[in-house]
């Protein structure tokens, strides 16, 4: 990753927690904590809707 990529990490980091990421050297694990922490978003598209309620009634 590039430093950018990590700074802007960090930055979203503070962001959603409120203080600088613990995880600084493997901004790896910060953007998979970070992707695992975020709320679920719908899909986009005319049929999305359609198909996000299709997957939830399957789970």
């Known amino acids: ?30 953007a998979e904590v970070l992707v695992r922490c975020l709320p679920l978003a719908e899909p986009y598209g005319p049929q999305a809707v359609l198909m996000a309620k299709l997957e939830r009634q399957a789970s």
């Not at 990590?6 to 927690?17: G, I, M, N, P, Q």
Request: glycine letters at 6%.
């Open 1 to 30: 990753m590039t430093d950018r990529t990590c700074e802007e990490l960090a930055e979203l980091w503070r962001t959603v927690f409120g203080e600088p990421p613990p995880i600084t050297s493997e901004p790896g694990l910060v």
